[in-house]
């Protein structure tokens, strides 16, 4: 190719593990690290070469989109412009009539985690097949402390993410505060490359967290230029609410939304917004469910403040009704925290995303099968709490929000993929089509469409919380790395082949800081020089 000059070609020759979209039998039909569930089939990838082009698509970044090829050598994009010609030795995909974007990424997933006496389904290669699967090609996971230890808590996780498929970063929780969680927390920037820290205001007597922990924590991570994140429920309230259900007899799942209603979100999300403004740090707030708590982003948003809003797919889409099913299993799917709210919040959140409340979604992706949520028969408070979305996702939101014509089709890049690389200083090497950009890319087909089950669908939970929804615009093709790894419904995926990604310090979130910060110490107009009184 004379414009882009020639590179020594090669395949690669490692072998590449794939299933096609399964049936109820064949679901866990993974090849994972040599060892199948159920009847394993193994082969090479059809599209292993390290040189690819994407021919005759719309190319859609945030910023704009426009008619060009996208040309792919060893995982990097060399070249977005129209008319790229190639040799022979360069793999073709014709995406005519088709949206080339940006991979999706998943702010907000939980995989492998231990939690409620249990673990998630999905480890670091299931949950990533399906994310694949589905058009997301990196996601940020939340590392838990062992016994309040950072260090110990991430050497967990990085034996977790061995088996990864695909891109990964990690956000770090914070549950205990001392020196030592101090230091911990500089090596995690500093060395480790993680630029963001949640802090619980939920969960008594496990995560949560005082104010007097959220504060400290809030001034280290601005210190460090780290992202604070919180989960923004009164875990004291929510813990006399559960009681409350209990006592009047109330012991299903619709006892889990009865006792954290939305004053119980809205009432955190403004606590910890107020706190972040007294330390003068940007705040993200995780899942937000609410009316109540996007209004209180809405006015802290409208007053200057650096807050992030992420509503999380399930929050979307669905409503609570559910959780009053009169069988078990199909009422205890849906419990999550916060919970899932009464119709009109979903709308509300909607709207909030369309004009800019609200910036980026994400998923809360924490999957239990149905042998895991009966734990809770007799009593709601044994059910883990999560749902899946990060296969989901990216098809969801495209047909509740671009073929509702609420966002435009660079809204839609943005809100699933880009704002999400800005806010943890990935962008542009992820969340674009741009020339040095990684080749994480999906081919998305407008025309096309979906059908979602637990019996199709690659999380290994037989439970899926938008089951029978159909829509339109489906992702025909997904690209890792520059490998094709979706293509013609057949998933090909390489335990192992995942990267991590370290997120810097000191995103665009933190610009300014210094400014405001000398602004308020000029209106302090204090201390004041007095005279002391002679007697």
Same mark, same amino acid.
């Given at each position: 190719?004379?414009?882009?000059?020639?590179?020594?070609?090669?395949? /690669?020759?490692?072998?590449?593990?794939?299933? !096609?979209?399964?049936?109820?039998?064949?679901?866990?039909?993974?090849?994972?690290?040599?060892?199948?569930?159920?009847?394993?089939?193994?082969?090479?990838?059809?599209?292993?070469?390290?040189?690819? /082009?994407?021919?005759?698509?719309?190319?859609?970044?945030?910023?704009?989109?426009?008619?060009?090829?996208?040309?792919?050598?060893?995982?990097?994009?060399?070249?977005?412009?129209?008319?790229?010609?190639?040799?022979?030795?360069?793999?073709?995909?014709?995406?005519?009539?088709?949206?080339?974007?940006?991979?999706?990424?998943?702010?907000? +997933?939980?995989?492998?985690?231990?939690?409620?006496?249990?673990?998630?389904?999905?480890?670091?290669?299931?949950?990533?097949?399906?994310?694949?699967?589905?058009?997301?090609?990196?996601?940020?996971?939340?590392?838990?402390?062992?016994?309040?230890?950072?260090?110990?808590?991430?050497?967990?996780?990085?034996?977790?993410?061995?088996?990864?498929?695909?891109?990964?970063?990690?956000?770090?929780?914070?549950?205990?505060?001392?020196?030592?969680?101090?230091?911990?927390?500089?090596?995690?920037?500093?060395?480790?490359?993680?630029?963001?820290?949640?802090?619980?205001?939920?969960?008594?007597?496990?995560?949560? @967290?005082?104010?007097?922990? /959220?504060?400290?924590?809030?001034?280290?991570?601005?210190?460090?230029?780290?992202?604070?994140?919180?989960?923004?429920?009164?875990?004291?309230?929510?813990?006399?609410?559960?009681?409350?259900?209990?006592?009047?007899?109330? +012991?299903?799942?619709?006892?889990?939304?009865?006792?954290?209603?939305?004053?119980?979100?809205?009432?955190?999300?403004?606590?910890?917004?107020?706190?972040?403004?007294?330390?003068?740090?940007? $705040?993200?707030?995780?899942?937000?469910?609410?009316?109540?708590?996007?209004?209180?982003?809405?006015?802290?948003?409208?007053?200057?403040?650096?807050?992030?809003?992420?509503?999380?797919?399930?929050?979307?889409?669905?409503?609570?009704?559910?959780?009053?099913?009169?069988?078990?299993?199909?009422?205890?799917?849906?419990?999550?925290?916060?919970?899932?709210?009464?119709?009109?919040?979903?709308?509300?959140?909607?709207?909030?995303?369309?004009?800019?409340?609200?910036?980026?979604?994400? !998923?809360?992706?924490?999957?239990?099968?149905?042998?895991?949520?009966?734990?809770?028969?007799?009593?709601?408070?044994?059910?883990?709490?999560?749902?899946?979305?990060?296969?989901?996702?990216?098809?969801?939101?495209?047909?509740?929000?671009?073929?509702?014509?609420?966002?435009?089709?660079?809204?839609?890049?943005?809100?699933?993929?880009?704002?999400?690389?800005?806010?943890?200083?990935?962008?542009?090497?992820?969340?674009?089509? $741009?020339?040095?950009?990684?080749?994480?890319?999906?081919?998305?087909?407008?025309?096309?469409?979906?059908?979602?089950?637990?019996?199709?669908?690659?999380?290994?939970?037989?439970?899926?919380?938008?089951?029978?929804?159909?829509?339109?615009?489906?992702?025909?093709?997904?690209?890792?790395?520059?490998? @094709?790894?979706?293509?013609?419904?057949?998933?090909?995926?390489?335990?192992?082949?995942?990267?991590?990604?370290?997120?810097?310090?000191?995103?665009?979130?933190?610009?300014?800081?210094?400014?405001?910060?000398?602004?308020?110490?000029?209106? /302090?107009?204090?201390?004041?020089?007095?005279?002391?009184?002679?007697?």
């Amino acid at each position: 190719m004379e414009r882009i000059g020639q590179r020594l070609f090669f395949l /690669l020759s490692l072998s590449v593990f794939f299933f !096609t979209s399964p049936s109820n039998s064949q679901r866990d039909q993974f090849c994972e690290d040599g060892i199948g569930y159920g009847e394993s089939q193994c082969g090479i990838s059809s599209r292993s070469s390290t040189k690819l /082009l994407i021919k005759g698509g719309t190319v859609v970044n945030a910023h704009k989109q426009e008619n060009a090829d996208v040309y792919v050598e060893d995982g990097i994009i060399v070249a977005v412009e129209p008319n790229i010609k190639v040799g022979d030795d360069v793999a073709v995909i014709d995406a005519t009539g088709k949206f080339v974007m940006p991979g999706g990424i998943d702010p907000h +997933t939980h995989l492998a985690m231990e939690f409620m006496g249990t673990e998630t389904v999905d480890d670091f290669f299931s949950g990533q097949a399906a994310a694949l699967a589905g058009g997301t090609t990196m996601h940020i996971d939340f590392v838990l402390p062992v016994n309040g230890s950072l260090t110990a808590g991430l050497e967990v996780y990085e034996k977790k993410a061995k088996k990864s498929c695909m891109d990964y970063g990690f956000h770090m929780a914070i549950t205990k505060w001392d020196e030592v969680v101090s230091r911990e927390m500089e090596i995690m920037v500093k060395e480790k490359g993680i630029n963001s820290f949640k802090f619980f205001m939920a969960y008594k007597g496990s995560f949560m @967290v005082s104010d007097e922990l /959220l504060l400290e924590g809030l001034k280290k991570c601005k210190s460090l230029g780290a992202l604070a994140m919180v989960h923004a429920e009164n875990g004291d309230a929510v813990y006399e609410g559960q009681k409350r259900m209990i006592e009047l007899g109330i +012991t299903g799942p619709e006892g889990h939304a009865l006792s954290r209603p939305p004053v119980l979100e809205g009432e955190a999300t403004s606590r910890a917004i107020r706190l972040a403004a007294f330390v003068n740090t940007p $705040l993200y707030i995780v899942h937000v469910m609410s009316i109540d708590a996007m209004e209180e982003i809405a006015k802290a948003r409208k007053l200057g403040q650096k807050v992030i809003g992420e509503p999380v797919l399930s929050g979307l889409l669905l409503d609570d009704s559910g959780l009053w099913d009169p069988d078990f299993t199909t009422a205890a799917k849906y419990v999550m925290s916060p919970p899932i709210r009464a119709s009109g919040h979903n709308k509300a959140l909607q709207a909030a995303l369309s004009t800019g409340i609200l910036q980026l979604i994400g !998923t809360d992706n924490c999957v239990f099968n149905s042998t895991q949520k009966a734990f809770g028969i007799d009593d709601f408070r044994n059910i883990p709490n999560g749902v899946n979305g990060i296969e989901e996702r990216m098809h969801l939101v495209w047909d509740t929000m671009v073929e509702s014509g609420q966002i435009s089709v660079t809204d839609y890049v943005r809100l699933t993929s880009t704002e999400c690389a800005r806010i943890f200083n990935i962008y542009p090497r992820k969340g674009a089509i $741009l020339v040095g950009s990684d080749a994480d890319i999906i081919i998305f087909n407008p025309n096309s469409s979906f059908k979602i089950s637990a019996s199709s669908h690659h999380s290994r939970s037989d439970l899926n919380v938008y089951e029978g929804r159909e829509g339109k615009g489906k992702v025909d093709v997904t690209i890792s790395g520059g490998r @094709v790894v979706w293509e013609n419904d057949e998933l090909k995926v390489i335990p192992g082949s995942g990267k991590y990604v370290k997120t810097p310090p000191f995103s665009y979130l933190f610009h300014g800081l210094d400014k405001a910060d000398a602004l308020y110490l000029s209106s /302090l107009r204090a201390p004041v020089k007095r005279f002391k009184s002679t007697t």
